[in-house]
């Protein structure tokens, strides 16, 4: 099997470094604050996360996670959330209880074939009230006085697309008011996220101390890929592992994705990792991804695509006017637009005043196209 994972999240001995910031976050939750982690996607924020939780339930603290990326209306997360919230109930009963307190929400539970106990809800009114979210945002409090409780959210930008009663200044005020209950917000669109922490006129202003995430440390990554390499015989040297780094501009998604294809592409018979063997699978998970790419591009406007070129050749002060005039790119106000669009897609980044490809095959493409 291949030692190299992308698909799902890094966990055991796939799981590599982030000791400190694992340590920094547990200790910051359990001693009572909360906490917004980011950065951009494939960074290895989720997998962060869940060694995170693994520590504190260690030291008897229930998490519950929830992503918001798989929610898709108000009602889907008041079921998933209170869907998490049972799960971590020790007393059920009690947990029943109080949400039949509740006045717009009914719990019920069926039985699966085997006679599992399967926990659900109706709702009596027909969409979510301000008054139900309410209450539902009570319970980790609640929940917690029997024992200390850290709700994750993942994704939490996207609390965004729940423009209903001011969402985020309602669980804003609830938080607040909470003593026992700790957060830990995570979010991968970072410019967003940034401006929901730290403008001072949004919600969740002050509201957590901030852990940005950056990509794993060089040696790290070295030696990770020289003993899985090692495990099938296969050896690398340092500068090969630097090379495939650089490749991949640090993102520890592709570098887990690029050391699979090269693992694939020498099993069973070969046994080094050369430059060409590193160049030539790199250029084939282009290759593989052409099609997809072409369409993503297609799909995009003439500014967006003008400006998307640009950003590989160059991403910084992509405002000033000599930017504009290099690229021929209309207007300062019209690149915001289309930056913004960029940046929603997840095509492109933001670190301070530098904008970047996300995908660096991606960026290979490009390039050549
Ligand atoms: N600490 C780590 N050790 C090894 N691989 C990692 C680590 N963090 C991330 N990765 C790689 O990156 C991929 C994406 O990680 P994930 O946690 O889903 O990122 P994010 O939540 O930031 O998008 C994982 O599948 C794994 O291949
Ligand atoms: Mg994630």
């Not at 917690?144 to 850290?150: E, F, I, T, Y």
């Not at 994750?152 to 985020?168: L, P, R, S, T």
């Not at 590989?312 to 106000?333: C, D, F, H, P, W």
């Not at 289309?338 to 996300?358: F, H, M, P, Q």
Request: charged share 25%; net charge neutral.
């Amino acid at each position: 099997m291949n030692p190299f994972n992308y698909v799902s999240i890094a966990q055991g001995d796939n799981f590599y470094d982030r000791k400190e910031e694992t340590k920094h976050i547990v200790s910051t939750l359990s001693g009572g604050n909360n906490v917004v982690m980011f950065a951009p996607r494939r960074y290895g924020k989720t997998s962060l996360v869940f060694k995170v939780m693994q520590e504190l339930e260690k030291q008897g603290i229930d998490c519950v996670y929830i992503d918001l990326m798989t929610i898709y209306s108000l009602e889907s997360f008041a079921e998933i959330y209170l869907n998490a919230l049972y799960k971590k109930q020790t007393a059920t009963d009690k947990f029943i209880q109080i949400l039949s307190s509740l006045k717009n929400i009914r719990p019920k539970i069926t039985f699966d074939e085997t006679g599992k106990p399967q926990f659900g809800i109706d709702f009596v009114e027909p969409k979510v009230s301000a008054s139900t979210l309410f209450d539902i945002f009570d319970l980790p409090e609640r929940m917690a006085q029997q024992k200390r409780l850290v709700v994750v959210m993942d994704e939490f930008q996207e609390i965004g697309k729940f423009h209903a009663y001011g969402i985020e200044a309602m669980l804003r005020s609830k938080i607040q008011q909470q003593h026992h209950a700790n957060y830990l917000f995570l979010g991968s669109k970072t410019h967003i996220i940034q401006e929901m922490f730290m403008a001072k006129n949004r919600p969740f202003y002050n509201s957590a101390i901030t852990i940005q995430i950056s990509t794993l440390p060089t040696q790290e990554t070295c030696d990770f890929l020289t003993e899985k390499y090692k495990q099938s015989g296969i050896t690398i040297s340092h500068e090969m592992c630097m090379r495939i780094i650089e490749k991949v501009d640090n993102v520890p998604y592709y570098i887990q994705l690029l050391a699979a294809e090269i693992w694939q592409h020498l099993m069973p018979d070969r046994h080094e990792v050369t430059s060409d063997v590193i160049d030539e699978c790199f250029m084939r998970v282009v290759n593989l991804k052409s099609d997809y790419y072409f369409e993503r591009f297609d799909r995009l406007s003439h500014l967006q695509k003008r400006l998307l070129k640009a950003i590989v050749e160059n991403g910084v002060n992509i405002y000033s006017a000599q930017y504009i005039n290099k690229y021929r790119l209309v207007s300062a106000s019209s690149i915001q637009k289309a930056a913004a669009t960029l940046l929603d897609e997840g095509l492109i980044d933001k670190t301070e005043n530098t904008y970047s490809v996300t995908d660096p095959f991606f960026k290979t493409y490009l390039q050549q196209h």
